[in-house]
């Protein structure tokens, strides 16, 4: 469990971050990123914020930037934050659907500012916080999907199996599982799904608990792009904050026999 340091352990940086944000922009970062790590490391410059994370199993990576313009205000230079999700994720319960959050740093402590309402806490050590390399993986398909459809398709698999199939071809895209007795499919033919670039069949399989967490945790956009290579990690990505942010995450394929 990481520590929580005292004030004269984090030099103060020169200049105060402050940041205004929505908070349905913030929640929904917040639970992303709490699909796979309860503490994360946000590194900050004058341009963007960016978290990179990894789950303590080493099986799904997430990475997440928000352009400085998907803010209502945004006031940082390099920053790098250790911060506690779950007491982010506590501080939002205080607030209402819109709602803007104003976040600012002082020394070693976060103050969020709602309203007339204040809630500070403590920031983590950063440097114990690793942040991954993430992989250059070069995958043969893709296809473009509506949200939707991708929600039903893991919630559809999600009572009969501990694992789904994804599968592209140059014709459709499916999602399917099996159980003992029970089965779950979608199929959606080309002309269902916004985009399918790919010349022959390929085919993984996942585990399903990674993937209805990340499902549940989306919220805001319309679509995601699905790159998919046979026993590869799966690369999802899509928008959030209004087109203004980008969420790629990464989830390690279940191969035969393991």
């Known amino acids: ?73 945004f006031e940082a230079e390099d920053e790098e934050l250790g911060v506690d999700l779950d007491k982010v994720k506590d501080i939002l319960k205080l607030t209402s659907s819109n709602d803007v959050v104003e976040i600012t740093k002082e020394g070693n402590k976060l103050t969020f500012l709602i309203g007339n309402l204040s809630r500070s806490m403590p920031l983590i050590d950063a440097s114990a916080l690793s942040v991954p390399k993430v992989p250059n993986i070069g995958l043969p398909a893709k296809v473009v999907i509506s949200k939707s459809d991708f929600v039903n398709g893991i919630k559809a698999a999600e009572s009969i199996s501990d694992s789904i199939t994804l599968q592209v071809t140059p014709t459709e895209f499916e999602m399917f599982a099996s159980g003992d007795e029970d089965s779950s499919r979608l199929n959606l033919q080309k002309d269902m799904v916004k985009e399918i670039d790919c010349d022959e069949p390929v085919k993984s399989t996942y585990p399903v608990d990674y993937l209805l967490k990340l499902a549940k945790a989306m919220d805001s956009t319309e679509y995601i792009t699905i790159h998919l290579g046979k026993d590869y990690p799966v690369k999802i990505v899509f928008d959030i904050v209004k087109g203004k942010g980008k969420v790629t995450y990464l989830l390690a394929p279940r191969i035969e026999g393991e």
């Not at 004269?8 to 990123?33: Q, Y």
């Not at 946000?42 to 990179?52: G, P, Q």
């Not at 990894?54 to 928000?66: F, G």
């Open 1 to 73: 469990m990481e520590k929580f340091i005292t004030y004269h352990e984090i030099p103060s940086a020169g200049m105060a971050m402050r940041v205004k944000i929505d908070v349905k922009d913030l929640k929904e970062i917040t639970n992303l990123l709490l699909t796979l790590v309860s503490e994360a490391k946000f590194e900050l410059n004058s341009e963007k914020m960016e978290v990179k994370a990894v789950d303590a199993a080493h099986i799904a990576m997430i990475v997440l930037e928000v352009s400085k313009d998907g803010f209502i205000e």
